[in-house]
């Protein structure tokens, strides 16, 4: 998701790493001690705990000692239902409340993936993160869905309200509609009905938006449905789009190419940019060189067309009138505009003066 700071709009900052007053590493070793030795092993294999960080499967260590997946995870329950019940895991308790306490700072719920890189700057530790909220008794995970991506939390009923929330902010997009970062904050605040007002701040609220496999933001800090145009980025013609969009007048293909390395650091050569553009149509040609967003209400065509449009809608009209008709859909010179209109194969011209089509 985007961030709002001083950085580069295409950079996200790492999450803050987490403090506590306890020592991860010893604390896990004494809750290993309180299982037996078989069950510690396949804990150890499973959460990687041991000399390496990898984390092995049900079927692999199964395969390795010559028995089914069931068999393993078995023991591997187990041995957290031992440790669950030991004295090691009382005395472990401030601990695990400690860490109770800094989910909720979080917002509650958080995804997986940053939770454990705020725990842990290596995969050793955030594997004995791991292995505590799994033990740990407060804390609950939800697995990744076709809408939310993996997440912890330590308050069911707030969590629900947040996946409703969101899901009822998704159904409330449009397919193409794009939101500034405070509108669409504000939309969500207004789904969050009943949620405690302590969470509601812009950091929370972006960290539970990320949850969300629909709703995304673009390097610009748009947000909308993940599938929209302006959101999902997939090549030079959406950052030239974001470039032009971001700058709100018709631009020169070449400036688009600049933009794009200047906002997004991406390489866009101009005869790509270019080739792209007249590809696409969500621009037209406006002038030399020039483009615009169709969306701005710009139509494609050449002079002679947009000169057909203005009399189609309007009715005949003297020179002046279309040129200033003309002037605010293409940026050309008015003699263009006078050699188009002076056309008889498309145009007439009345005794009154005024030009109609032929």
């Not at 000399?51 to 393993?72: P, Q």
């Not at 076709?146 to 969590?159: E, M, N, P, Y």
């Not at 270019?274 to 169709?294: C, M, Q, S, W």
Request: charged share 30%; net charge positive.
């Amino acid at each position: 998701m985007a961030t709002t700071s001083t950085a580069h709009p295409s950079t996200k900052k790492a999450p803050a790493a987490a403090t506590f007053s306890f020592d991860s590493a010893s604390l896990v070793k004494r809750l290993l001690a309180a299982a037996s030795e078989r069950s510690r092993k396949v804990i150890i294999q499973r959460f990687g705990l041991g000399t390496t960080s990898e984390r092995e499967t049900l079927e692999a260590i199964g395969d390795r000692l010559n028995i089914t997946r069931e068999r393993v995870r078995q023991i591997e329950a187990a041995g957290l239902s031992a440790i669950r019940a030991s004295k090691a895991f009382k005395e472990a308790g401030p601990a695990f409340d400690e860490l109770t306490r800094y989910i909720d700072s979080l917002g509650v719920l958080v995804s997986e993936d940053e939770l454990l890189k705020r725990l842990g700057k290596d995969e050793k530790t955030r594997n004995r993160f791991r292995f505590m909220l799994v033990v740990g008794a407060s804390f609950l995970r939800e697995r990744e869905t076709d809408d939310f991506l993996a997440r912890w939390h330590v308050d069911a009923a707030t969590a629900n309200k947040i996946h409703e929330a969101l899901s009822r902010l998704y159904g409330s997009l449009k397919d193409d509609e794009v939101f500034t970062e405070a509108e669409l904050l504000d939309r969500f605040l207004e789904e969050l009905k009943g949620v405690n007002e302590a969470y509601k701040n812009e950091e929370v609220l972006k960290r539970w938006l990320s949850l969300s496999k629909h709703i995304g933001s673009n390097p610009l800090a748009q947000w909308g449905k993940t599938t929209a145009p302006a959101i999902h980025i997939k090549g030079v013609r959406d950052y030239a789009y974001l470039a032009v969009k971001r700058h709100g007048e018709p631009m020169h293909f070449s400036d688009v190419s600049k933009a794009i390395g200047t906002l997004f650091s991406k390489k866009a050569h101009v005869a790509t940019t270019h080739n792209e553009l007249i590809k696409d149509p969500r621009f037209v040609l406006v002038g030399r060189g020039l483009y615009a967003l169709t969306e701005w209400g710009y139509t494609p065509g050449v002079v002679r067309d947009v000169i057909r449009e203005v009399l189609d809608k309007h009715g005949p009209l003297k020179k002046d009138e279309i040129i200033k008709h003309v002037r605010k859909a293409r940026f050309v010179k008015d003699n263009t505009i006078l050699v188009n209109l002076n056309d008889p194969r498309y145009f007439k011209r009345s005794k009154d003066g005024r030009y109609a089509t032929s």
